[in-house]
């Protein structure tokens, strides 16, 4: 069982920048894959970016691809998403996830965190 924590949320201006955390308990953090997905008003969750058991191999969302870094510090169970140039159409709720499977590029995650809200002003 392994439980996940977010953090860093908040209100930022369009063209700023947010670094999401996401602490995880347990002793088998690195061998979990791990992603982060969002979830805007009206509209399904979605898949933003994911990373491999050892960090090596990270995975990005067209939408994140260039402005978002998904990262990971394995001594510290914690994974992080590094967002800059930030625009109106992030304002979501954004969720961490884990899967034992290291195929960090899927919907299907086995352990979901409780969401940290991320709304960009224009």
């Known amino acids: 069982q392994v439980q996940l924590v977010e953090s860093g949320g908040g209100l930022v201006q369009a063209g700023g920048s947010l670094r999401l955390s996401c602490a995880a308990s347990g002793r088998t953090f690195s061998r979990h894959a791990m992603g982060w997905f969002r979830q805007a008003p009206g509209k399904e969750r979605g898949f933003v970016a994911g990373?491999?058991?050892?960090?090596?191999?990270?995975y990005y969302a067209d939408p994140a691809k260039g402005r978002f870094t998904i990262s990971r510090d394995n001594a510290k169970n914690t994974v992080y998403l590094q967002m800059n140039s930030l625009k109106p159409e992030d304002t979501a709720v954004y969720y961490c996830?884990?899967?034992?499977?290291?195929?960090?590029?899927?919907?299907?995650?086995?352990?979901w965190g409780q969401g940290t809200q991320v709304t960009v002003s224009s």
């Open positions: 990373i491999s058991f050892s960090g090596r191999s990270t």
């Open positions: 996830a884990a899967r034992t499977t290291n195929s960090p590029l899927s919907d299907d995650y086995d352990y």
